[in-house]
């Protein structure tokens, strides 16, 4: 499309406002300029913060010599027409007015050859004002030099930081950037030191480890949705690799970096229950959603967009994320130190404490159809096709191999129904094994658990720390940590099924509240009831509570349910939504919850660990922190030199 003025009604219909308001600002403009010119390599040099010197070169289509002042005039765009082309932009740009906000505030120079023109073209223009148009050699595309932002407006220069600050904004648009589009190489040099370069091979976690480093990239779970609408992929970070600020929270829609709330409280209710409060987690997702269900023209600099099916978006997303955390292994494991690298273990053994959620999802399955299985199998990096394949090509090993095997004997309706050996029957295969099952285990009929090894208990140290065999890992429990978690689930189970029995307790206990506290407990008396406390006004500031919730073990109960009241009043108390009730439930159970160094016998352990295994989600307790670490054989064999 040539590169026009828009008419007055749509430029009327556009968001407009300042957009240049940091070197930051034209970095973003003109990098994204070069995305949507389709180059596949981007340069970004900054000197001095981007103050006195910003370059941007890129490969990408470069501009026409004959529309090149046209660029730089207000409303002027290649990428929309009318008004029509707003609701369904593709581009990044679309107000044609980032290069004339530029000029308008620094000295530019402009190189650029289309690869139809046989000359390249050098075009200055300072303070808006064009200063020279001449032919020279250049190779295809489009380098741009920013020089002195804001030479011509002191004001608005007094408003920059200092030139680190300013280029630590220029940094974290780069990784932004690179995260936005990993199909482009970026090169950011600052100072002449190159700070980043990504080789736009297209894997975003090849950025990751560029950007956030090995703790970071190896702690990763990826997350694969879609429906009609939209589609996300990506990675999240592992509760552990949680941070203490959103920094690390970052998402992408339709190629662009983006703030949206509903997006950042799903992500966040998401991760309730995995990580602490005030914690927020690791993201690098992309979205893909379908243009006529977003609004991107809401603010000038497109950091913000609208959607039409607010609670739709968020549920999706919100699903996407507990989806994949509840259905991962999430035990931090003791890694070895980089000489001894550990070889990539492609039938990863199930976890043992999955039981409860390899079951759930065996009867998913088993109600499923074999689209279901597919899926489960895509999941997994298989296909129905190989697994069909190594079923029919290796009946022998497919026989000491119980997780294959179910594959198979689960999708032998619609596509193998002669593959199974009637003289072999699932339990009995499952028996013999003694190998660690693969990743497919969670195909598992209900009536298999049974079968699956149990954990084995060694004993205890340092008076908190068990330590527990199972199959070829070692496990170290935290006995604090997962009776927290314990304690928290089947508080929250009974929660959910309303069964929660109060305790009288006799006398009752006289709380004397302030008038804050006092309104916070009138508000949500609702919840302190359905949490299975009986808590009355007892005239003035005295309230008489008579009941505690009986599932806790016994513990001062005034302390307890201020501590309810301060946290609830934190918050501004207003509300009594179901997950204030469940940070409630965590914060109860927590101090319930047996102290670090307090004796446990190995029969309560053993309870314990059982009853772990069943947990809903058994790798976090209720504030974040890991109940379990694991080392597996091999990396002790490694560590004591038996393998080499
Ligand atoms: N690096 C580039 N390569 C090729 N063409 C470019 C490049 N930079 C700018 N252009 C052309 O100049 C036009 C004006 O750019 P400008 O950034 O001002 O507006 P825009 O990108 O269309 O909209 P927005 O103001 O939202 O960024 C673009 O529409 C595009 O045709
Ligand atoms: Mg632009």
């Known amino acids: 499309m040539p590169i026009q003025i828009l008419d007055q009604n749509t430029i009327n219909k556009i968001a407009a406002g300042e957009v240049i308001e940091r070197p930051a600002s034209v970095v973003k403009e003109l990098a994204e300029n070069a995305i949507d010119a389709m180059a596949t390599a981007v340069t970004i040099e900054i000197k001095d913060g981007g103050i006195s010197f910003i370059r941007i070169t890129d490969n990408g289509c470069g501009i026409d010599k004959g529309e090149i002042p046209m660029a730089?005039?207000?409303?002027?765009?290649?990428?929309?027409?009318?008004?029509?082309?707003?609701?369904?932009?593709?581009?990044?740009?679309?107000?044609g007015e980032a290069l004339s906000s530029i000029a308008a505030v620094a000295q530019i120079e402009l190189i650029t050859k289309t690869k139809e023109a046989f000359t390249g073209v050098r075009y200055v223009i300072e303070g808006g004002k064009e200063q020279n148009m001449e032919d020279i050699g250049a190779p295809d595309g489009t380098t741009f030099i920013v020089r002195n932002l804001f030479y011509n407006t002191p004001v608005r220069r007094k408003f920059l930081k200092t030139a680190t600050t300013e280029a630590g904004y220029v940094s974290a648009l780069v990784e932004h950037?690179?995260?936005?589009?990993?199909?482009?190489?970026?090169?950011?040099?600052?100072?002449?030191?190159?700070?980043?370069?990504?080789?736009?091979?297209?894997?975003?976690?090849?950025?990751?480890?560029?950007?956030?480093?090995?703790?970071?990239?190896?702690?990763?779970?990826?997350?694969?949705?879609?429906?009609?609408?939209?589609?996300?992929?990506?990675?999240?970070?592992?509760?552990?690799?949680?941070?203490?600020?959103?920094?690390?929270?970052?998402?992408?829609i339709n190629g662009r970096y983006i703030k949206s709330n509903i997006i950042t409280r799903a992500i966040e209710e998401g991760y309730k229950g995995y990580i602490m409060q005030h914690q927020y987690p690791f993201t690098a997702l992309h979205f893909t959603i379908e243009q006529s269900i977003i609004d991107v023209n809401v603010h000038p600099t497109k950091m913000e967009l609208r959607f039409s099916q607010n609670e739709f978006v968020y549920d999706f997303v919100l699903n996407a994320i507990r989806n994949t955390l509840s259905g991962r292994e999430l035990v931090p494991e003791v890694r070895l130190s980089r000489s001894e690298n550990v070889p990539v273990n492609k039938t990863r053994p199930a976890e043992p404490f999955e039981v409860k959620r390899m079951a759930a999802e065996a009867e998913k399955d088993k109600k499923n159809s074999t689209a279901g299985l597919t899926a489960a199998l895509a999941a997994t990096g298989?296909?129905?096709?190989?697994?069909?394949?190594?079923?029919?090509?290796?009946?022998?090993?497919?026989?000491?191999?119980?997780?294959?095997?179910?594959?198979?004997?689960?999708?032998?309706?619609?596509a193998a129904p002669a593959a199974r050996p009637p003289e072999a029957p699932v339990t009995e295969t499952l028996q013999k094994s003694a190998s660690p099952a693969p990743e497919q285990l969670s195909l598992i009929t209900p009536d298999d658990t049974a079968s699956i090894p149990k954990p084995v208990l060694v004993g205890q140290v340092f008076d908190t720390y068990w330590i527990i065999q199972f199959e070829d890992k070692m496990f170290i429990m935290d006995q604090h940590a997962a009776h927290e978690k314990i304690l928290y689930e089947r508080t929250m189970h009974r929660?959910?099924?309303?069964?929660?029995?109060?305790?009288?307790?006799?006398?009752?206990?006289?709380?004397?509240?302030?008038?804050?506290?006092?309104?916070?407990?009138?508000?949500?008396?609702?919840?302190?009831?359905?949490?299975?406390?009986?808590?009355?006004?007892?005239?003035?500031?005295?309230?008489?509570?008579?009941?505690?919730?009986?599932?806790?073990?016994?513990?001062?109960?005034?302390?307890?349910l201020m501590d309810i009241i301060d946290s609830l009043m934190e918050e501004g108390g207003a509300s009594s939504k179901p997950e204030l009730i469940t940070q409630r439930v965590a914060s109860m159970s927590c101090k319930a919850a047996v102290k670090g160094n307090m004796r446990m016998s190995f029969a309560e352990a053993q309870n314990l660990v059982e009853e772990l295994m069943n947990a809903d989600n058994p790798y976090n307790c209720p504030h974040g922190r890991p109940t379990l670490i694991s080392m597996s054989k091999y990396e002790l064999e490694k560590k004591f030199k038996r393998i080499v």
Not at 76 to 89: A, N, Y
Not at 388 to 414: C, G, H, M, N
């Open 72 to 95: 730089f005039l207000r409303h002027s765009t290649s990428k929309i027409k009318s008004v029509e082309d707003l609701m369904c932009v593709r581009s990044l740009g679309f107000r």
């Open 382 to 414: 298989h296909t129905l096709r190989q697994a069909y394949v190594s079923d029919t090509i290796r009946p022998k090993q497919l026989r000491e191999d119980p997780a294959e095997y179910k594959t198979t004997a689960a999708i032998e309706p619609s």
């Open 177 to 252: 950037l690179a995260f936005s589009h990993p199909e482009v190489s970026f090169r950011f040099i600052n100072n002449g030191q190159n700070k980043l370069y990504t080789s736009g091979n297209g894997s975003l976690k090849d950025i990751i480890y560029h950007v956030n480093g090995r703790d970071i990239a190896t702690n990763l779970l990826e997350v694969s949705a879609k429906t009609q609408d939209i589609q996300i992929s990506g990675f999240i970070g592992k509760p552990m690799i949680s941070r203490g600020n959103r920094t690390y929270e970052n998402y992408f």
């Open 495 to 560: 929660l959910e099924s309303g069964s929660i029995d109060t305790q009288i307790i006799a006398p009752p206990v006289i709380l004397s509240l302030n008038m804050r506290e006092k309104e916070v407990v009138s508000q949500n008396i609702d919840i302190f009831t359905r949490l299975g406390f009986e808590i009355e006004s007892f005239g003035g500031n005295e309230y008489k509570v008579t009941g505690m919730p009986a599932t806790l073990p016994s513990l001062d109960d005034r302390e307890l």
